[in-house]
C-alpha cells in the first residue's frame, strides 16, 4: 500500500472510531431512560473438581424474542466470561444448559451479588435456591425463573462479517478487550413457578426488578378507578 492510499486508510479508519463512539454514547444515554429486566443466569459447573458446583451471572440484556412456534429467549455476556465459558462446553444432548431467573423487586441484593465476583466470590453461599431436574440451581423468591437449552454456538457481536453486515466496516474492537458481547440464545423447557398466590399485586414478589438510569428499580401496578 502507497504512503498515500495509508494515510488515507488511516483518515478513514479513525473517521469511523469517532463516528461509533458518538453513536454508541447517544444509544446509551437514550437507553439510561429505558428501563431493562433483571435476570440472573445460573449453571451448574461442566466439572466436578471445582470448588464451586455452580455458577451464575446478572444479565440486564434478558429478552423474549419468540413464542411460536417455540418459546425463544436471548441474552449477551461481555466477554470473556465464565459464564460464557461454562455455556460454550455444554453439551448439545443434555436435556438443559441452564436457568434464567427473572428477579423480584426485592432481590437488588441478588442482582449485585451476581454481578460482582470480585465482592462476592460465593454468591450462592448466601441466597436461598433448588435445583432444576437437571441440577441448575432455581433462585428462590424471584418472579419465576426458565430450564433453557441452547439453540445454536453463541453469535459473536464484534464480529459483522460473521453477522453478514460487515462489508467495508473496519473492525477496531478486538475480543480480548472486554468490551465486546456474544448474544446466546435458548428455548424455554420450562417455567419454574414459585407458590405466590397468597401475595397481592402491591407485593415485591410479584413486581420486577428494573435497572433504569444506572440504578435498580421497580414499578408499580397502574392506579384503578374506584367502581360506583
Same mark, same amino acid.
Given at each position: 500500500?502507497?504512503?498515500?492510499?495509508?494515510?488515507?486508510?488511516?483518515?478513514?479508519?479513525?473517521?469511523?472510531?469517532?463516528?461509533?463512539?458518538?453513536?454508541?454514547?447517544?444509544?446509551?444515554?437514550?437507553?439510561?431512560?429505558?428501563?431493562?429486566?433483571?435476570?440472573?443466569?445460573?449453571?451448574?459447573?461442566?466439572?466436578?473438581?471445582?470448588?464451586h458446583?455452580?455458577?451464575?451471572?446478572?444479565?440486564?440484556?434478558?429478552?423474549?424474542?419468540?413464542?411460536?412456534?417455540?418459546?425463544?429467549?436471548?441474552?449477551?455476556?461481555?466477554?470473556?466470561?465464565?459464564?460464557?465459558?461454562?455455556?460454550?462446553?455444554?453439551?448439545?444432548?443434555?436435556?438443559?444448559?441452564?436457568?434464567?431467573?427473572?428477579?423480584?423487586?426485592?432481590?437488588?441484593?441478588?442482582?449485585?451479588?451476581?454481578?460482582?465476583?470480585?465482592?462476592?466470590?460465593?454468591?450462592?453461599?448466601?441466597v436461598?435456591?433448588s435445583?432444576?431436574?437437571?441440577?441448575?440451581?432455581? !433462585?428462590?423468591?424471584?418472579?419465576?425463573? !426458565?430450564?433453557?437449552?441452547?439453540?445454536?454456538?453463541?453469535?459473536?457481536?464484534?464480529?459483522l462479517?460473521?453477522?453478514?453486515?460487515?462489508?467495508?466496516?473496519?473492525?477496531?474492537?478486538?475480543?480480548?478487550?472486554? !468490551?465486546?458481547?456474544?448474544?446466546?440464545?435458548?428455548?424455554?423447557?420450562?417455567?419454574?413457578? !414459585?407458590?405466590?398466590?397468597?401475595?397481592?399485586?402491591?407485593?415485591?414478589?410479584?413486581?420486577?426488578?428494573?435497572?433504569?438510569?444506572?440504578?435498580?428499580?421497580?414499578?408499580?401496578?397502574?392506579?384503578?378507578?374506584?367502581?360506583?
Open positions: 500500500m502507497s504512503r498515500t492510499a495509508t494515510t488515507k486508510f488511516l483518515r478513514g479508519f479513525t473517521t469511523d472510531i469517532r463516528h461509533g463512539k458518538h453513536t454508541q454514547d447517544r444509544l446509551r444515554e437514550l437507553l439510561r431512560h429505558t428501563a431493562q429486566p433483571v435476570a440472573v443466569v445460573t449453571a451448574k459447573m461442566p466439572s466436578k473438581s471445582t470448588p458446583p455452580y455458577h451464575g451471572a446478572t444479565l440486564s440484556s434478558f429478552a423474549s424474542i419468540a413464542m411460536h412456534p417455540y418459546p425463544i429467549i436471548s441474552f449477551a455476556l461481555r466477554i470473556p466470561s465464565r459464564m460464557a465459558d461454562i455455556l460454550k462446553v455444554a453439551q448439545p444432548d443434555h436435556p438443559s444448559h441452564m436457568v434464567v431467573n427473572l428477579l423480584s423487586a426485592e432481590q437488588e441484593a441478588a442482582a449485585v451479588k451476581f454481578s460482582r465476583a470480585d465482592l462476592y466470590p460465593e454468591p450462592f453461599s448466601s436461598s435456591y435445583l432444576s431436574d437437571e441440577g441448575h440451581p432455581i !433462585l428462590e423468591g424471584t418472579l419465576g425463573s !426458565l430450564s433453557c437449552k441452547l439453540v445454536s454456538n453463541p453469535i459473536p457481536l464484534h464480529d462479517d460473521y453477522l453478514g453486515g460487515g462489508c467495508n466496516e473496519r473492525q477496531a474492537v478486538e475480543p480480548e478487550s472486554g !468490551l465486546v458481547s456474544e448474544l446466546f440464545i435458548a428455548r424455554v423447557l420450562r417455567v419454574e413457578t !414459585l407458590d405466590q398466590k397468597d401475595a397481592d399485586e402491591d407485593d415485591p414478589r410479584t413486581l420486577p426488578l428494573l435497572y433504569h438510569r444506572r440504578g435498580y428499580t421497580s414499578c408499580h401496578p397502574a392506579s384503578r378507578p374506584k367502581s360506583n
